[in-house]
């Protein structure tokens, strides 16, 4: 939440462009505390599937990426102070409750689904037929 409160202060920071340049600055300073949380709780959740999860997590971030641009430029189509302030109110609130639903449902524990039984998955043929006929072993 800490980054939104600062975007909200630089909205009201008027005409004070220096003001405005240090409040992102901290905002986006304070978004590594977001990334140490959410970023590396993929390892702690699924160290076998961290990569499967993060897929989905940022498939997931990358949807507001292209709905944000939309949504801004129907907020702000005049450009004025009061529209972007109602923009980064916005932030503030998404920031809040998704903040707040993180840590009401966050776990650092390693899921039941990590473990994988290697009697559910089949076994794998460990040779491959060459061009010449041969067969080759190999680790899988």
Not at 55 to 61: D, L, M, Q, S, Y
Not at 66 to 83: K, R, V
Request: hydrophobic letters at 50%.
């Amino acid at each position: 939440m800490g980054p939104a409160v600062f975007i909200v202060g630089a909205s009201y920071s008027g005409c004070d462009r220096y003001l405005a340049v240090a409040l992102f600055t901290i905002a986006m300073g304070l978004m590594g505390t977001v990334y140490c949380g959410m970023k590396v709780n993929a390892l702690d959740l699924s160290p076998n599937f961290a990569g499967t999860l993060m897929a989905i997590v940022n498939g997931i971030g990358a949807v507001s990426g292209i709905i944000t641009p939309y949504l801004i430029g129907a907020l702000t189509a005049n450009h004025t102070l009061e529209q972007w302030q109602l923009v980064f109110w916005i932030t503030l609130g998404v920031f809040t409750v998704t903040n707040i639903i993180y840590v009401i449902f966050a776990s650092g524990e390693t899921q039941w689904w990590n473990n994988v039984d290697k009697s559910e998955t089949g076994t794998v043929d460990n040779t491959i037929d060459t061009a010449l006929g041969k067969t080759v072993m190999h680790n899988v």
